[in-house]
């Protein structure tokens, strides 16, 4: 996979207290404690959440096929050219259940005005797909975003994934 996962015991993990003296790290991380008490938000059905932004959506485009399943995303692209950060959202809901649609508005919508695009994908659900399932999809997802950054007009090199619940540890 893209991205090498192990899941331990923290005090196994290498990761300490001193990684939060990094101002990215605590940031991210601030940013996944805060997201396991938010609400899922928004379920973006019709038009857009986003209200005030003049995006460019994007729904239910295959970024992989899996088991003979079709994984699906959504964008909600800035319009102008030139390109913008993306943040990659990643739904909650125990790796049992959640969609795409589920959207953290309190959290994306001041990104959004302050020029992000944002792309939320799905993943195969347990139990039906157990684990590496959801983390390989989301790597799959997270290429995908990669290689058609220049069709997206996203700045490739400014990707940040975001999650909350389960979508935070994928």
């Known amino acids: 996979t893209a991205v090498n996962r192990v899941f331990t015991h923290p005090q196994n993990s290498g990761f300490t207290m001193g990684h939060l003296q990094k101002p990215a790290v605590t940031f991210l991380w601030a940013i996944g404690f805060a997201m396991s008490f938010v609400g899922e938000g928004f379920s973006a059905d019709e038009g857009h959440p986003f209200t005030g932004a003049d995006l460019e ?18 964008a909600f692209l800035q319009r102008s050219s ?9 739904h909650g ?6 969609d795409k649609r589920d959207l953290p508005l309190d959290l994306l919508g001041p990104m959004v005005k302050a020029g992000c695009s944002v792309v939320s994908l799905n993943y195969r659900l347990a139990p039906k797909y157990p684990f590496p399932a959801a983390p390989d999809d989301v790597d799959a997802g997270i290429e995908w975003v990669k290689s058609h950054a220049t069709e997206l007009r996203i700045d490739k090199t400014k990707l940040a994934l975001l999650g909350g619940s389960a979508g935070g540890l994928l």
Not at 82 to 90: D, G, M, T
């Open 82 to 90: 030139s390109l913008h950060p993306v943040i990659v959202h990643v």
């Open 57 to 74: 959506i994007r729904r239910d485009v295959e970024f992989a096929e899996r088991s003979g399943e079709s994984l699906k995303l959504d």
């Open 93 to 98: 809901g125990g790796f049992t259940a959640g």
